[in-house]
């Protein structure tokens, strides 16, 4: 058995984010000691592990909690595992994409940056244009 604290540090989840699971029903109620802490078992640990590597692959917490319920129930069809994993791949993918958009605009500022002083800098000049609204084109009122 582990108190709350020796089980954060053996899962590597914080006290609040442990608590914060038993609230959503992610994690059984532990069994209490006599004087009231909690006692977590070998099967806090499992299931504290399986939440932490779906957090790592960014599952969101809808995601993580079917899969919770599904791996409850082991009869269940996988093919409902397999439907979140896909919709994961799916969310990455998405998020590769914009990424690279992202790297893209930074190369492009980066790339137009001869140096200098801050006061004649493109990249910042590009960032204020932002700002104010003037995103349409990156040389905005420049040869």
């Known amino acids: ?3 709350i604290g020796e089980l954060a540090r053996e899962t590597g989840v914080k006290p609040t984010t442990i608590r ?8 059984p109620p532990p069994a ?8 977590y078992g070998v099967a806090h640990l499992r299931r504290l592990g399986f939440i932490r590597h779906a957090r ?3 599952f969101g917490s809808e995601a993580i909690r079917a899969l919770l319920d599904l791996a409850d129930h082991p009869e269940a069809d996988c093919g409902a595992v397999h439907a979140i994993a896909l919709a994961q791949i799916r969310e990455i993918d998405a998020r590769l994409r914009r990424l690279e958009a992202l790297r893209g605009e930074l190369q492009r500022m980066a790339a137009s940056c001869a140096g200098g002083v801050a006061g004649d800098c493109r990249i ?10 003037h995103c ?3 040389t905005h009122g420049k040869p």
């Open 1 to 3: 058995m582990w108190s």
């Open 20 to 27: 914060w699971y038993e609230q959503e029903g992610w994690l």
């Open 32 to 39: 209490r000691t006599a004087g009231g802490h909690r006692a």
């Open 56 to 58: 790592e692959l960014g």
């Open 124 to 133: 910042i000049e590009t960032l204020a244009d932002f700002a104010h609204g």
């Open 136 to 138: 349409e084109d990156p």
